[in-house]
């Protein structure tokens, strides 16, 4: 017993420490004064990355605002085209259904700026660039493959005979897609979520042509700072990011539980 | 009355819906089945008779004919709407609801309130033995209660017809009894009509006031296990419920003869002349022993015993006669006197003797 | 559900090109006008107008100047309002604008762009610049220079009134003082301390423009001088011929450079990097105030100086220009006037701020206005004005340039 207790503490230490590790450099390099090689860690400390990125004139937060806001309608259109999608891919067969699959995933396979050319010129046609719904648009094809493959795994353990039992039951189509099937996918929607609302963070290059500039998030900030060589204000925005979206999922996460917590709460109660 | 009344439904599958099932049609079939009565379709997997259930259901789309329960006609109804309950092999309990509001769930969908749903559920999981398990969870629950709970959802919405699909096959023997044990009183408190499809004869058996034997998509024989078991229409059926017995012979002028000549009798005469098959039971056919009373009609037969196996109670022995191998069973008394290699007299009576021509 | 994301994504395109339409378009007349109206009309038409200035973003001074310094101003006193937007790389401005000539796109965003050299002929060429607007600028006609080469011509490409000056930069060679007393002042200095100092010393792999600019003053000092270069490429027959002793002073010093020169940062910034952390001794800049900001901010020793050639560093100027299809023409025209003004050309200069080269010419100022400039405390890294502009070298035109970078490639990079 006493053996496997101390495995488990210094393999959750290991994990812990893997897992924090590429952030203190990061830390320490946003807070450097005069960091000079070969000295290991910085001789004196300085809050100016910090200033400029967080209260500066930089406009950090409301390119975090304008971050989060287009990762969450990008990841809301995902979950309505990914379940039928999923639905439709995983329970029929039809005709040309492998080329459905191939269009589908094939923003995976190919590069963004293969695809962000095009559309930026159609766009440009429709008026949709520098709008945050052009930008939303964009943000689809990198991340809508991500929430059908996952919402396509959940799909594949619910059998049929799931929603033939509640419609013996008498539960119509709204009823069957609310209380039995969506139930079932949310595990797999909250995987696709995550995974959009990262890649959707994440977007440089999209975000950049098809906004223009107009539509600025924390990745359009923080790319000049990163190839210009700043290293503490790029370190600064870099932990800024991995903050954000790492409070996101938190928050997704916490979503999700009180969800559940509230379900059991209410059948407890009941 | 609202008896359940299936007119001429056919199906047919262009292509196999399944790798393992083999393209086939359900032939055009008729059957009425009374309110409260317990129906059995029985029959070896891919004979149709799942199809026929979700036919029934709603759940397929048949190609031709009607679905009536009293005077009204259900072909056209959504399966959600017919307010038939289903029971599937697997539970399919949703795992994210409570028990409790597994059962309730049929009445939700009514728009039962919430307050009387739930006291109606209680008092449904009290009736299949359950009373306390209603806030857990169904993962919390071992299988036979699963189905139990499954049972009561089914129930709870008093369904004018329970359809059930092969219920206990996923459980242990003993507990597949126990679950039919309390299908039946639960059936009779209810009264509710129930057809039923299983593949495993004793089950049907066991349960059933009538049962259908299906074979490649048609009705082979409806009728009470008894009629079945001592009537069967044809060999076919014979040999699937387990009688073993059929010696294949002869009808020509009122007597049946069998191939190998061991068995010589006069028969009814509206049996047909022809290829015929004598069907047999087991327990027909007794030991003829000094002080065993003769018989005024029938035949006896002599035979040699080839092997002797303890069944349950009684013994399976194994009579070789003329070219024809016979089961009979035997008490453990009259076992006792008899070893291998013995030759011995059985008779049966007149009434035991079923002649069949396919 | 092709179908289903097909109609959506025409649905959303529909509502929104419906509701992206500019209400207050200007007409083409009216902007038009603007190249050739009083100024009064001009900064009366500019009031209330949001003038987006797409720049790179890279630097927290640089944005930091814009945001505090000038845009506050500018909305003050002329109800202007300036909103910088972060740019990666200037071609990327370009390379929208290409796209947005092509769609026809009328309305743009962009109002002031930051360009200079091979941006601004390529803008040029295609046509991506509204006009000849900078003679409409007070300040410019006050305050610039402008039949100074570096004001009339933009790397050998005639300015024509596209784009007007905003700032100055000059090359030059950082070392940190400490550590080399004596720094190298001519290409043949240079090549003896490399074989003193090996492993001390390397430049940016080109195409890195200040890579670039290094190996054309290698150019300049062993081919002979620049004047014969200030004429175009094709007109020298014999140019091949004549950039042999660059190819081989490049070459031979390349065995005492950083890692044997077996490799060559790939960017100025990874070159800064390995000065920054004590591995060669040198760097350079074509920024002659950024040592002393970058030692302003902990990042450069303090010890760190800069110097120009003997014989002359490159210097070259930056523009701010109106592209075609600016929505804020006037707004734009009051905004680049007004950061040409000597008092923000002034704030500028200051290495707090920024420390670029002010644009404006020194003669042209009053008295007080010459003080305030003199004044300005550039940091113990960085010569003074007059020692800078006393050893100017006029730029290369791009066609040399491209010869250049590419036969770089050809016979420095090949092992």
Redesign the interface.
């Known amino acids: 017993m006493k053996p496997q207790l101390f495995i488990k503490i210094s393999l959750s230490l290991l994990v812990f420490l893997l897992m924090f590790l590429p952030f203190i450099p990061l830390i320490l390099s946003s807070l ?7 000295a290991i860690i910085p001789d ?1 400390i ?1 809050f ?2 910090w200033d ?1 990125v967080l209260f ?3 406009g950090t937060w409301q390119a975090v605002g304008v971050s989060l806001l287009i990762a969450l309608i990008v990841t809301i ?1 995902n979950i309505l ?1 990914a379940v ?2 999923a639905n ?1 891919l995983v329970r029929n067969s039809f005709r040309g259904k492998w080329l ?1 699959e191939a269009i589908i995933f094939a923003p995976i396979i190919i590069p963004p700026f293969v695809a962000v ?1 095009g559309i ?2 159609t766009f ?8 945050i ?2 930008v939303v ?1 964009a943000h689809l094809s990198p991340t809508l493959p991500y929430m059908v493959r996952a919402i396509m795994i959940s799909y594949q353990t619910l059998s049929v ?2 929603e ?9 189509p709204v ?1 069957r897609f609310t ?2 099937v969506l ?2 996918l949310l595990p797999g929607i909250v995987a696709g979520a995550s995974l959009s609302i990262l890649i959707s963070l994440s977007q ?1 290059l999209i975000t ?2 098809i906004g ?3 539509v ?1 998030t924390l990745s ?2 923080l ?3 990163i ?7 790029a370190s600064a925005y870099s932990l800024l990011f991995a903050g954000m979206a790492i409070m996101t999922l938190f928050g997704l996460d916490v979503l999700l539980k009180k969800y559940y917590q509230q ?1 059991k709460a209410v ?2 109660k ?1 | 009355m609202s008896d359940l009344r299936i007119i001429n439904v056919e199906k047919q599958y262009k292509q196999p819906q399944q790798k393992d099932n083999p393209a086939f049609s359900l032939h055009p079939i008729n059957l009425t089945i009374h309110e409260g009565e317990f129906f059995s379709l029985l029959g070896p997997s891919g004979c149709g008779k799942t199809s026929l259930l979700k036919l029934v259901a709603g759940l397929l789309q048949a190609d031709n004919g009607e679905i009536w329960i009293g005077d009204q006609n259900l072909t056209q109804v959504p399966s959600e709407a017919r307010n038939f309950a289903m029971v599937f092999q697997q539970s399919l309990l949703f795992p994210h609801m409570t028990v409790e509001d597994n059962v309730a769930f049929g009445l939700k969908m009514q728009k039962v309130d919430k307050k009387q749903r739930l006291s109606k559920a209680r008092d449904m999981l009290e009736h299949v033995g359950l009373q306390s398990f209603g806030s857990r969870f169904p993962d919390e629950l071992s299988g036979g209660q699963q189905q139990r709970v499954a049972l009561a959802r089914a129930l709870v919405a008093n369904p004018r017809v329970l359809l059930m699909d092969e219920p206990f096959s996923a459980l242990d023997p003993g507990l597949r009894e126990e679950m039919r044990d309390l299908l039946s009183r639960i059936q009779l408190e209810f009264h509710v009509t129930v057809l039923f499809v299983t593949h495993d004869r004793e089950e049907a058996f066991s349960l059933s006031d009538r049962i259908a034997v299906m074979s490649r998509g048609e009705f082979l024989q409806v009728g009470t296990a008894k009629e079945l078991y001592e009537r069967p229409l044809t060999t076919k059926v014979a040999s699937f419920l387990g009688l073993k017995n059929i010696i294949e012979g002869n009808v020509e002028s009122g007597y049946f003869r069998s191939t190998d000549g061991s068995f010589e009798f006069i028969v009814d005469a509206t049996t047909k002349n022809g290829l015929s098959c004598l069907i047999v039971r087991p327990e027909a056919m007794q030991l003829v022993t000094e002080d065993s009373p003769t018989l005024i009609s029938g035949i006896q037969i002599q035979g040699i015993v080839e092997q002797m196996k303890f069944n349950h109670g009684f013994y399976s022995v194994k009579i070789s006669a003329g070219e024809s191998h016979l089961t009979c069973s035997l008490t453990s008394q009259q076992a006792a006197t008899l070893c291998v290699g013995q030759t011995i007299a059985l008779q049966i009576e007149k009434k035991e003797l079923w002649v069949v021509n396919d | 559900m092709k179908n289903s994301i097909f109609l959506a994504s025409a649905f959303l395109a529909l509502t929104l090109s419906a509701c992206s339409q500019d209400t207050n378009e200007q007409t083409a007349e009216e902007t038009e006008q603007l190249l050739t109206s009083d100024w009064q009309t001009i900064a009366d038409s500019a009031t209330g107008q949001q003038v987006n200035m797409y720049m790179w973003g890279g630097s927290d001074n640089i944005n930091r100047y814009i945001d505090e310094w000038v845009a506050p101003r500018l909305k003050k006193d002329h109800d202007v309002e300036l909103n910088r937007v972060p740019m990666n790389d200037s071609q990327d401005i370009i390379n929208q604008l290409v796209d947005e000539k092509f769609a026809g796109k009328s309305n743009g965003s962009m109002d002031i762009i930051w360009i200079n050299g091979e941006n601004f002929k390529t803008a040029k060429d295609n046509d991506l610049l509204w006009g000849s607007f900078s003679g409409q600028l007070p300040n410019f006609n006050d305050f610039i220079d402008k039949d100074a080469p570096e004001i009339a011509n933009d790397f050998g490409e005639p300015v024509e009134g596209l784009e007007a000056p905003w700032g100055k930069a000059q090359f030059v060679f950082v070392h940190d003082e400490k550590k080399s007393q004596n720094p190298p002042k001519s290409m043949d200095e240079l090549a003896e301390w490399v074989q003193e100092n090996p492993g001390q010393f390397t430049y940016p792999a080109l195409p890195d423009f200040t890579g670039s600019a290094f190996v054309r003053h290698v150019l300049y000092e062993t081919t002979g001088g620049y004047e014969q270069y200030q004429q175009p490429a094709e007109s020298i027959s014999d140019l091949e011929k004549r950039l042999e002793p660059m190819w081989d002073y490049l070459n031979s010093i390349e065995p005492y450079l950083w890692r044997d020169g077996e490799t060559y940062p790939e960017s100025l910034a990874k070159q800064d990097q390995l000065y920054a952390s004590g591995e060669i001794a040198i760097t350079m800049s074509y920024d002659p105030a950024l040592a002393a900001s970058e030692v302003l901010k902990g990042r450069f020793p303090d010890s760190t100086r800069t110097f120009v050639l003997d014989g002359g560093t490159l210097s070259n100027t930056h523009f701010l220009s109106i592209p075609f299809n600016s929505s804020a023409r006037a707004g734009a025209m009051v905004a680049i006037n007004e950061m040409m003004s000597p008092e923000a050309q002034t704030a500028k200069l200051s290495p707090e701020n920024w420390g670029d080269l002010s644009a404006i010419d020194l003669n042209l100022l009053s008295s007080e206005q010459q003080q305030a400039m003199n004044a300005v405390e550039l940091g113990e890294a960085t010569l003074s004005l007059a020692e800078l502009e006393n050893n100017r070298l006029p730029e290369l035109s791009s066609d040399y340039i491209e010869i250049i970078e590419k036969g770089w490639l050809q016979h420095v990079a090949k092992e």
């Not at chain 1, 450097?32 to 070969?38: E, R």
């Not at chain 1, 440009?124 to 709008?131: N, V, Y």
């Not at chain 1, 190839?227 to 204000?233: K, T, Y």
């Open positions: 450097s004064f005069g960091w000079q090689w070969p004196s300085s100016r990355a400029y500066g004139s930089s259109i085209l039928p999608a439709a459905m050319m930026h010129l440009l046609k429709l008026g949709l660039t520098e709008t719904v052009g648009l005979d799931w033939d039992q509640a419609r013996m039951l008498g539960a119509g009823s209380l039995v139930p079932h440089y950049f042509i223009s500039g107009q600025v359009i900030l790319f000049p700072f190839s210009g060589g700043d290293p503490a204000i379900k059948t407890n009941g």
